[in-house]
């Protein structure tokens, strides 16, 4: 094609397909580089913007690493990353929220009634709960991957101070689908704002805040893998969280108790002396198959 | 807002802008988001994919360096850089097309009537035109900086056989407007496909081929830079360039002249013993702010 023109340009790039691409690729392409080719005609965009773009995805490539990951920030600040989660949520379950760029993998197990919080400072939390079927069937032998913040708002793939897991680990539920630890209550913390997305919200005036969360991996053989975070209601940015993450069926009351209320079966049974803070909550995991 | 949806998400994402932000960047930034969560809802976009995506970004940062710009062959696969192209383009001035991903900075002084070809093999080219204004005035002092492939197929930043600056040059047309050089006939050439790009253009079953070109970037003040490429006629790839680059009034012929009409003034004048083609062409810059 000779006469390409911005109007047929969609249409040229299409029929460069070859006849054994993929259904869902050539799909999915189309969708995406109609939308991309819309975008620029709808705002005229000019070669200073695009040169723009293209050097904020170099930044972007950049200054990602193993432990830091721009374009899932990227995804995560512009409420891609939560409409996909949207969009595959099933009603039945638990809703997923953002992954967010700095799970790890490969944290050590926590064993049932195991504690994260170690000698860090700040509120105790207990942590129990189920994970269930739809229907509220226990599911035994599902692995929680869990993560958090340390106290001074950092993961530990960003805190040269902590262990690479601290606040990481695998807990596997038992016969009954229970998980039970402790930990320290998360905070509310802001996304890096040192790199090209940072720019992004400085530019346009928005916070950097996210509302204190727990992270949860949810993988159970027959049942769709949930990756979702837990809120508690009291926090000052539960209605702006700046990845979009909160879904309501999230936000979860963290009971304040007397330290005689701690119940038995935990590494730190018969060793809490102050008050502690107590959220329970089940994490409902959708059939990979719906049941005919 | 608690109750994002995936209807309402887009909404939610501008009522985060700051009252301060700059207009162009809230339309800028409303349209590409509203055509990303578009494209997501259209295609019901998986987990599976969106990690797909981030990954191929994630590949495309690792593989860019000060040479190779992944982004921006990306840009040029899928259309994006020539409509961009086409939108800012005047059709008082020659077509703008792809800046592509080889051009560097800082290319040596091509004295008029200058030799790029040197000991390549291939076929000498004669390279003769102006550079005008829309209404055919001569523009004095204008720069070309030229850059093209070696007869292997390379550009010189891909080629550790080759200068850095080899086939790349900076002429500045004299009181006539005139420029002129001689080098070696460009080849066509395939896009590189070792990165996550090729794996694009592999999977869709697209050719990695370019018709064969020279490029120049022309700047003048008081005049758009021009960032264009010319093609000769009888380049098999011409109705299938790879990066959407041809354009009607790009395509030139090619004469093939005997070695007795090479023409004064030239570093080669006098010693060339072979037939040699010639191309003759103008290239029209529009003026910054239209005349009143």
Redesign the interface.
């Known amino acids: 094609?000779?006469?390409?023109?911005?109007d047929n340009?969609?249409d040229?790039?299409m029929s460069?397909?070859?006849?054994?691409?993929?259904p869902r690729?050539?799909?999915?392409?189309e969708?995406?580089?109609r939308?991309?080719?819309?975008?620029?005609?709808?705002?005229?965009?000019?070669?200073a913007?695009?040169q723009t773009g293209?050097e904020f995805?170099?930044r972007?490539?950049?200054i990602?690493d193993d432990k830091r990951?721009e374009?899932?920030l990227l995804?995560d600040v512009?409420?891609?990353?939560?409409?996909?989660?949207?969009?595959?949520s099933d009603p039945a379950g638990t809703s997923s929220s953002v992954l967010g760029p700095f799970h790890i993998a490969g944290a050590p197990p926590l064993p049932m009634g195991g504690d994260m919080k170690r000698d860090f400072g700040g509120p105790l939390l207990l942590v129990r709960g189920r994970v269930t079927a739809p229907d509220g069937t226990p599911i035994a032998g599902a692995e929680l991957d869990i993560w958090q913040t340390a106290p001074n708002g950092m993961y530990s793939s960003q805190d040269p101070e902590q262990d690479l897991y601290s606040f990481h680990g695998i807990q596997t539920t038992g016969p009954d689908g229970r998980f039970g630890f402790t930990t320290v209550r998360p905070v509310s913390y802001t996304v890096p704002t040192d790199g090209p997305v940072g720019d992004?919200l400085n530019?346009?005036?928005?916070h950097p805040w996210r509302p204190s969360h727990l992270h949860f991996i949810v993988k159970a053989k027959g049942f769709r893998t949930l990756?979702t975070e837990i809120f508690p209601d009291d926090d000052p940015y539960?209605?702006?969280d700046?990845v979009?993450g909160?879904?309501?069926d999230l936000?979860m009351h963290y009971d304040e108790c007397p330290p005689e209320a701690f119940p038995d079966g935990f590494a730190l049974s018969g060793k809490v002396k102050e008050p502690f803070l107590s959220a329970s909550f089940d994490l409902k995991l959708v059939p990979e198959t719906p049941a005919a």
């Open positions: 094609m000779r006469n390409i023109d911005k340009i969609t040229v790039f460069y397909f070859g006849p054994d691409t993929d690729l050539r799909q999915v392409m969708s995406l580089v939308h991309l080719h819309g975008f620029a005609r709808e705002v005229g965009l000019t070669h913007e695009w293209i995805l170099e972007a490539g950049r990602s990951h374009f899932v995804s512009l409420g891609l990353s939560s409409l996909v989660d949207m969009i595959n992004i530019a346009t005036g928005r990756v539960l209605d702006e700046t979009f909160v879904r309501s936000i």
